[in-house]
């Protein structure tokens, strides 16, 4: 690096803060309004030097990107992990080379003690809120349920599925089917299309969506194998982002789950403060709300992404 030759690990004053952002890739809408959020967070104005990596959702290639940030020697890193597991050597790498390390969004199965601080929502929580929802709505009636699940092994689809299954136990929700749609609209798609091939439009009662862009890739499938998705086939999401909430609006989706992207002037500030020395929440949780149909109408104009 070079810009920020004059940084050395300080957080306050008129020196500029390098920062290394290892980001998962551009899989949905939820991620496109998350790395904006940091792009203009992290600005020169604010004090930043941003060096930006998308790792087009490879774990290795995220590996990689935060060990050329520990070898170019920036100020700190912030890491959206891709997947939960496989941190402990590039964490430690940082810790020797006193770096710290901000998580956002994902979590990792990683000690705490190798990383400053984490910000993001709470994916246990949202999962409960999908399921609490579906729990009254399709509970009490045999349900035919299919799951596109978010990327195997992120944190989002690990800790999704666990609040959703707690909270429909005893229930006559029934999973037929479970597959991973990578957290794309193009996986989404082709996974509900093996599930319709399999077991027929009128097979399927629900669909859990981990997130928005699977269940609009979903929809899809729906209507090209000749059923209405939120009457045929309901759907709930996770996520809130501006397609999902117009799905919603338009009767195709039935019930989402918030998952706030917009973490950049928290993680901003996290990274200010751990290079000051000021002491800061191990977890900080944004907060979420959930959308009924008529719910979304009433605010679909006023949402910022
Ligand atoms: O729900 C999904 C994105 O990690 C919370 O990742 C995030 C998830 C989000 O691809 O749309």
Avoid at 127 to 146: F, I
Avoid at 189 to 197: A, C, D, H, P, Y
Avoid at 228 to 244: E, L
């Amino acid at each position: 690096g070079n810009s920020s030759d004059d940084a050395a690990g300080g957080g306050g004053g008129d020196k500029t803060i390098k920062v290394g952002f290892a980001q998962t890739g551009s899989e949905s809408g939820w991620r496109s309004a998350n790395t904006e959020s940091m792009k203009k967070a992290f600005t020169k104005d604010k004090g930043f030097d941003l060096v930006f990596n998308a790792a087009d959702n490879d774990p290795a290639a995220q590996i990689a990107a935060v060990r050329s940030f520990i070898s170019q020697g920036v100020d700190a890193i912030v890491i959206a992990p891709i997947v939960s597991d496989g941190w402990d050597d590039v964490l430690n790498e940082a810790k020797t080379a006193k770096i710290p390390v901000v998580l956002e969004d994902r979590t990792t199965s990683s000690a705490d003690d190798l990383y400053a601080s984490w910000v993001g929502d709470d994916f246990k929580k949202e999962g409960e809120t999908a399921g609490k929802w579906a729990a009254e709505q399709y509970g009490g009636k045999a349900t035919n349920m299919v799951v596109l699940e978010g990327t195997t092994g992120s944190a989002p689809a690990n800790d999704r599925a666990a609040g959703f299954g707690d909270a429909v136990k005893g229930t006559q929700i029934k999973t037929i089917a479970s597959q991973t749609g990578d957290f794309t609209r193009d996986g989404g798609k082709k996974v509900m299309e093996g599930f319709l091939q399999k077991y027929g439009v009128k097979g399927i009662n629900l669909v859990f969506a981990h997130n928005d862009d699977m269940a609009l890739g979903a929809i899809e499938a729906i209507e090209a194998a000749g059923g209405k998705p939120g009457t045929d086939i309901n759907i709930v999401s996770i996520d809130g982002v501006h397609d999902g909430m117009q799905a919603l609006v338009d009767g195709k989706i039935n019930y989402i789950v918030e998952c706030n992207p917009l973490l950049g002037d928290q993680a901003a500030d996290l990274v200010k403060k751990v290079l000051a020395g000021t002491t800061v929440e191990k977890k900080n949780f944004a907060t979420d709300g959930a959308f009924t149909q008529e719910q979304a109408k009433a605010v679909i104009a006023t949402r910022a992404y």
